[in-house]
């Protein structure tokens, strides 16, 4: 991953590796930046608020080497975008750009949207951070991570997807029931439709008809001016043809004398006549289309005026007046099938309600034969981190079919042997939350494909022995994909495959945040450092590091 101007970091790039990598530090030092970096390269909300201060671009990048189980999942994402992925190599670069008014997306180069961004993120990191273990407590969040558990994301999303089309069926009921007529709206729609259809008028019928009466008003001076045309033309005398003949006949005598003098001008000569003899006919021809029929005209008149009226009364125009009495016709053959839509609605409605039942019912039968197991495999994973003695028990409550199946469920806890379970809401502390996150987390990693995953102090508010096991059970969980640790926890960060330190410092008047990978010697300070410093603390953290090395081999 590289950072460049992002909050407090002018400048990072870290290679993570294989396994357990541990992120640790000074309280302040950037830790949490680093993690945001993260969290923003996945898909998380940009803003000009992450640029470092006098740089006008931020930019976040990462490399990814995708899993061979994840290559079909993931190339079919990106072929469906258009974005180019060697399915061999199977690299992916993601990368952010930020300025004060932009953000630009980018996979293996190609510019792209946020939403596929996170698409493509959440199919290759898992990210957990601390103010998630809150979330823990609410009943909806645990059934989520229950379903997540079984494999129920389908079943899941036909009951949504059920709910969701009660829901149209509903809203279509709704603005069917708005459309039928009242009495007096009722009385109204069939006036309009009786005066409509009395007249029934065409499609552009009152164009068609102002053009014929305009030119049916006009015909006396229509004739006319064909009549002084076709004398100018042809029938009166001097008139152009008979020109045209004089003009013929002089070129004919200046032939006599050579016909090299005249050439083409008596073929040209004829085709002018024959043209002005055409255009003769033409215009005496459009005396013929005047109808001179007072009745026909008054026909005219009398169809114009009540189109007329049906444009003033519920136009202006007559598409408009099609337009009323369509949207009349169809409200009245609702009106006229008013039961039988409502029975139609009532069967459909059942239809999918029952089907919604079925859904859910699937659905919470595979969530009935998951939560024994899922409880066992969590309190397992409590027992090696500290709770070896605590209880955990899915308890379940019917609901009406929703959006989530039918199922309320209550994860009880009880922490110690002889306590009552409870609901974990009522009596976890927070230490007993991170600890009950990592523990449910842990078995979901295990329940699925996710690569990398990310945990930001999922080890807050713990300690001693309990924090040897959860280093050991992070370290464990590192055998099968890649995990990324903010920890404060020396023994947590003992168990690291990789330990990087972020540190924090000035120049002049600007602050530095910058982030390397350690190696033996440096980790023993640091380790030593987060024990409380001293040459005793430095002694110590040698030892656990010689001791953790030595039981590996």
Do not use: W
């Not at 490399?63 to 060697?86: Q, Y």
């Not at 708005?178 to 065409?202: G, H, K, M, Q, Y």
């Not at 015909?219 to 076709?230: D, F």
């Amino acid at each position: 991953m590289k950072i460049t101007n992002y909050a407090l970091i002018e400048s990072a790039e870290l290679e993570f590796g294989p396994g357990f990598n541990v992120v640790t530090g000074e309280s302040g030092a950037g830790k949490s930046i680093l993690m945001g970096s993260v969290e923003l390269l996945l898909g998380g909300r940009a803003s000009r608020g992450v640029l470092r201060t006098g740089a006008d671009r931020c930019t976040v990048s990462g490399s990814f080497t995708v899993p061979p189980h994840l290559v079909e999942t993931v190339g079919t994402l990106l072929d469906e975008a258009g974005i180019p992925f060697d399915r061999e190599t199977a690299e992916l670069q993601i990368r952010r750009v930020i300025t004060a008014s932009t953000v630009r997306n980018f996979i293996n180069d190609t510019p792209v949207g946020a939403r596929l961004l996170a698409e493509i993120g959440g199919q290759l990191v898992d990210l957990h951070g601390a103010n998630e273990q809150l979330s823990l407590t609410v009943p909806a969040r645990q059934l989520e991570l229950l379903d997540h558990y079984a494999g129920n994301g389908e079943l899941r999303n036909r009951c949504a997807e059920l709910v969701a089309a009660l829901d149209r069926l509903d809203e279509e009921r709704r603005e069917f029931d708005r459309s039928i007529p009242d009495e007096t709206e009722l009385s109204r729609l069939e006036l309009l439709a009786e005066e409509i259809d009395r007249v029934n008028p065409l499609p552009g019928e009152d164009e068609e008809l102002s053009a014929k009466h305009k030119l049916a008003s006009n015909s006396r001076q229509v004739i006319e001016t064909a009549g002084r045309l076709t004398e100018a033309l042809t029938d009166g005398e001097d008139s152009l043809a008979d020109r045209l003949g004089d003009v013929y006949r002089s070129l004919q005598e200046l032939a006599r004398i050579d016909e090299t003098l005249t050439g083409g001008l008596l073929t040209e000569c004829d085709a002018i006549r024959d043209e002005v003899n055409s255009l003769s006919e033409s215009v005496s021809a459009l005396a013929d289309k005047v109808d001179l029929d007072a009745e026909a005209l008054a026909a005219i008149e009398t169809r114009l005026g009540e189109l007329f009226t049906l444009k003033r009364r519920y136009g202006p125009s007559l598409t408009q007046v099609l337009d009323a009495r369509a949207e009349a016709a169809e409200r009245l053959a609702n009106y006229a099938r008013t039961r039988e839509r409502r029975e139609e609605f009532d069967a459909r409605c059942q239809e999918l309600t029952a089907e919604l039942a079925e859904a859910a019912r699937r659905l919470s039968e595979q969530r009935h034969e998951c939560a024994a197991r899922f409880a066992d495999e969590v309190r397992a994973k409590l027992g090696a981190i500290g709770f070896g003695k605590s209880r955990l028990e899915v308890e379940f409550t019917t609901v009406e079919p929703g959006p989530t199946g039918m199922d309320r469920i209550e994860l009880m806890f009880s922490a110690n042997a002889g306590e009552a379970l409870q609901p974990l809401r009522k009596i976890a502390s927070s230490g007993e939350l991170s600890r009950l996150m990592l523990a449910l987390k842990t078995v979901l990693a295990d329940a699925d494909s996710i690569p990398v995953v990310v945990f930001d102090e999922i080890d807050v508010n713990i300690g001693g022995e309990t924090a040897n096991r959860v280093g050991e059970e992070l370290h464990n969980l590192g055998r099968h994909r890649q995990i990324l640790c903010i920890s404060h926890l020396a023994q947590v960060a003992a168990r690291a495959d990789r330990h990087y330190c972020v540190v924090k410092h000035t120049e002049g008047d600007r602050t530095f945040s910058e982030s390397r990978l350690l190696n033996d010697r440096e980790r023993a300070a640091e380790i030593a450092r987060m024990l409380g410093g001293g040459d005793s603390a430095l002694v110590h953290a040698r030892s656990i590091l010689r001791n953790l090395r030595a039981t590996r081999d």
